[in-house]
């Protein structure tokens, strides 16, 4: 089946840094990519959602400058998020959309991200 | 605006049958998703409705009325394994998904 690799799976990095998260489709071409936020006993929140080739479209409250996407190929979109604080530690997954079928969508692994 | 709603949380027994609400109020309505996910981890999909009534799919089944913006999610035979929070999600007219907060189940022995 459609699997996205999602990498990694767990990053502590400073205050100040930046970390960059990998999502990449596997056996499938995933011209949408979704970046969702996790924050403990929450659901997920949609941060942007980015098509190969074009510029991300993030949702209302999320900094473009800040949570930097890039979807270069059909088989791959990163997000960076730069300056990292704290409050940005959360749960980060990507998620692809497939074409037909009924299942719809399949989500990378997830990233945990703390900031220290 | 739009709007999904499920209980926070809901507590079961180890081989009993549990099931799981979900209201929704959207811009359209493009198909119903039930996802599981288990702490630290990402969703994984467990069933999807564009069409009123039940799929069944082992043990468990989804249940679908457009009409009353209502769906449900029916696990039998209840499994330790089965603790996990379970999240409602509606595609709307534009092809988002729309995400409720998600279930905690607690499946007691």
């Known amino acids: 089946g459609a699997v996205v690799s999602q990498h990694p799976s767990r990053v502590i990095c400073k205050s100040g840094t930046s970390v960059k998260i990998e999502c990449r489709s596997l056996d499938f071409q995933a011209t949408t990519m979704f970046w969702y936020r996790q924050f403990p006993k929450q659901s997920l929140m949609l941060m942007a959602t980015?098509?190969?080739?074009?510029?991300?479209?993030?949702e209302q409250g999320v900094e473009k400058d800040k949570f930097l996407i890039n979807h270069a190929s059909l088989t791959l979109s990163t997000l960076t998020v730069t300056s990292a604080h704290p409050e940005d530690s959360s749960f980060y997954i990507c998620?692809?959309?497939?074409?037909?079928?009924?299942?719809?969508?399949?989500f990378g692994s997830g990233t945990r991200l703390t900031v220290v | 605006g739009q709007n999904i709603d499920q209980p926070t949380e809901m507590t079961a027994t180890e081989g009993a049958i549990v099931q799981i609400n979900c209201t929704y109020q959207t811009s359209g309505f493009n198909g119903l998703f039930w996802y599981q996910q288990h702490a630290g981890e990402a969703p994984t999909f467990l069933s999807y409705?564009?069409l009123d009534g039940l799929e069944e799919k082992g043990r468990f089944s989804s249940f679908l009325s457009r009409s009353k913006g209502y769906s449900y999610l029916l696990l039998k035979e209840l499994q330790m394994k089965d603790s996990a929070s379970y999240l409602c999600a509606v595609r709307d007219s534009n092809y988002q998904l729309i995400w409720g907060a998600g279930t905690k189940l607690i499946i007691k022995p």
């Open positions: 998620s692809a959309r497939l074409a037909g079928g009924n299942y719809g969508y399949t």
């Open positions: 409705n564009v």
């Open positions: 980015s098509n190969e080739g074009s510029k991300a479209t993030y």
